[in-house]
């Protein structure tokens, strides 16, 4: 649904990838190079924002969450704007967001006496900053994936595992360090597992390069489709997928593959170099040991 579109996607669904396309813009929201929608104008948040509407239109109740967020990613939108000194297209965009003059009027007007100042550290964008519209979202998917569980595509991952015959070795419960007894964990880092196989398709069909497979709002979109209740750091779980696996020998093929990738986008890339490289059941944390040995 990400890459095509919603035509095909149940009604019971949908809420999930509009929680998924609204991660992904908020993730790109400070980069106005990247566009989302037809219209150039329109930046990542203000794409964002669309399917946030979306979102609010299938709540049964609006809380004071989702009033909060709505007004940070109004007020992020010209904050965005005015950061890189483009105070016109800011006056430009609070016109296209507040289209009906009765509609929050006194956000409208602090807003455009904000623009006015051309002063982008003013109290009110400093006290509803990018850091605490990410808080507030990441909370509020945190709680839409408690109430929410789902293994739909967990399904059509493991087929997807099983037919190309990748990573079957590490859903095994002998390659994962845990407990016999929890079960949960194992889950967990087996969904992770899945994750990364279906992340490394989904950016090999995508001549998109708005998508970092670093950032944490991106992962959280995979996460949230996956149903992983607990969000932990993208990095503890390389680690722990890598000594998961069992040792395999470098071949010189796959050496070459690292060289030519640190040569095309940089030491530190490892996400990227892993992605368009041909490696042989690899993570990014094995690649950054791999070139340190080199």
């Not at 965009?93 to 929050?104: G, N, P, Y």
């Not at 708005?210 to 390389?238: F, K, P, T, Y």
């Not at 470098?250 to 060289?259: C, I, P, S």
Request: with cysteine.
């Amino acid at each position: 649904a990400l890459i095509n579109g919603f035509s095909n996607i149940p009604t019971h669904q949908k809420k999930t990838v509009y929680l998924c396309q609204l991660l992904i813009r908020t993730a790109k929201g400070k980069n106005l190079e990247c566009h989302f929608e037809n219209d150039k104008r329109i930046s990542p948040l203000e794409s964002a924002l669309s399917f946030w509407t979306l979102l609010e239109r299938e709540e049964i109740k609006l809380e004071k969450l989702h009033e909060d967020i709505r007004r940070l990613i109004q007020i992020q939108i010209v904050a965005v704007y005015m950061e890189k000194g483009y105070f016109k297209e800011a006056a430009e965009v609070l016109e296209r967001l507040f289209t009906d003059s009765a509609s929050d009027k006194p956000l409208r007007v602090k807003l455009a006496t904000v623009i006015k100042s051309k002063d982008p550290y003013v109290p009110l964008l400093q006290s509803f900053s990018y850091d605490l519209l990410i808080s507030k979202i990441k909370s509020y998917i945190e709680l839409y994936m408690k109430e929410n569980e789902t293994n739909f595509l967990i399904q059509a991952a493991a087929k997807q595992v099983e037919s190309k015959g990748l990573g079957t070795a590490a859903l095994q419960n002998k390659t994962v360090n845990v407990n016999e007894n929890d079960k949960r964990n194992l889950e967990t880092k087996q969904r992770f597992v899945l994750s990364t196989i279906l992340l490394r398709d989904m950016l090999g069909q995508m001549q998109n390069d708005c998508l970092n497979v670093d950032d944490s709002l991106v992962w959280m979109s995979i996460n949230c489709l996956l149903g992983l209740n607990s969000l932990q750091n993208v990095e503890e779980h390389g680690d722990a997928l890598a000594c998961g696996r069992r040792r395999q020998r470098w071949t010189y093929k796959e050496d070459l593959e690292l060289k030519s990738g640190v040569r095309e986008f940089g030491v530190g890339n490892w996400a990227k170099i892993l992605v368009h490289g041909d490696f042989n059941n690899r993570t990014s944390v094995m690649l950054k040991d791999r070139w340190r040995t080199l």
